[in-house]
């Protein structure tokens, strides 16, 4: 099978660069057509990705952290019109000032509501969930996210309620968007190889803060109490925010028993809850 990246060096900032040229092809085919469309690339690189997307993207941001690589890229990059790289760190890089208005751009009375973009990565295994955070902190801004994360990972964000892999990072990818599992990358489709599976995940960005009728920051505050402790009971995990009384009229409510974990409970009945208990966590000082 073809590579497009040596595995003699070590990676820099915990990075498996991706060299199966096979695998960079389907992934980029799996974005469909992007001729007409802006992407954003996470992470690129040695460039596996950035080369075939340079190709036919309309326009490319590519964002990365390693001060090497990104001057590598830019130098390679130099007569491409449609690619911008950007030397900075995803987590802390204002999208705002990349995908919003510029300044005397829009007109008094027209709303400003620019194409969304399409965004694709090789994610930090260590950093995965805080990318997907901040990701869906900007969804305004993207309709596709396109993802290659370890395979657990994988797992954990397509996973059912009622399974034991269903969780916070479940709970919150769904709560954003529709994600599938589209294929398995073994630990040689990168350089240096990683010590377990990867897989590309696909999420269609679809938010369902309207349709559960919660506030988007208090729920997600209320979500991350109920899976503070997956293997104890709900009850257990909310009890000390809320008084007894309160918990129990607002599970008889919502119709939840204290007994259940929060892994059974669908995005409805845990909004549900939410709502019962008044949308406001009471301090636990």
Not at 116 to 132: H, R
Request: proline share 7%; glycine share 6%; charged share 25%.
């Amino acid at each position: 099978m073809p590579k497009v990246a040596s595995r003699a060096e070590k990676p820099k900032l915990g990075q498996h660069f991706l060299s199966d040229a096979s695998a960079a092809v389907n992934i980029v085919e799996a974005l469909g057509d992007i001729s007409q469309e802006t992407v954003l690339e996470i992470g690129p690189g040695r460039g596996a990705l950035t080369s075939l997307l340079a190709r036919t993207a309309r326009r490319l941001i590519a964002i990365e952290l390693d001060r090497v690589l990104a001057a590598q890229l830019r130098m390679k990059f130099a007569l491409a019109e449609n690619v911008e790289v950007i030397e900075g760190d995803v987590l802390s890089i204002d999208f705002d000032s990349i995908f919003g208005p510029k300044p005397g751009s829009s007109r008094p009375g027209i709303e400003f509501n620019p194409r969304p973009a399409k965004v694709v990565g090789n994610l930090p295994f260590y950093i995965t969930s805080d990318i997907l955070l901040r990701l869906f902190e900007y969804r305004r801004y993207f309709d596709v996210l396109l993802v290659m994360v370890q395979r657990e990972v994988a797992d954990r964000m397509v996973a059912k309620p009622g399974g034991s892999e269903y969780g916070l990072l479940s709970a919150t990818t769904q709560l954003y968007g529709k994600a599938r599992r589209l294929f398995v990358l073994p630990p040689d489709s990168f350089s240096p190889p990683p010590k377990v599976h990867s897989a590309v995940v696909e999420l269609r960005i679809s938010d369902r803060i309207a349709d559960l009728g919660v506030p988007e920051q208090p729920f997600i505050d209320f979500l991350k109490l109920c899976f503070s402790q997956k293997r104890k009971t709900l009850w257990n995990n909310l009890k000390s925010a809320y008084p007894p009384a309160v918990l129990q009229a607002a599970m008889e409510t919502a119709v939840v028993k204290p007994s259940v974990r929060a892994e059974t409970l669908t995005l409805e009945k845990t909004a549900a809850l939410f709502r019962a208990l008044g949308a406001t966590l009471i301090s636990r000082n």
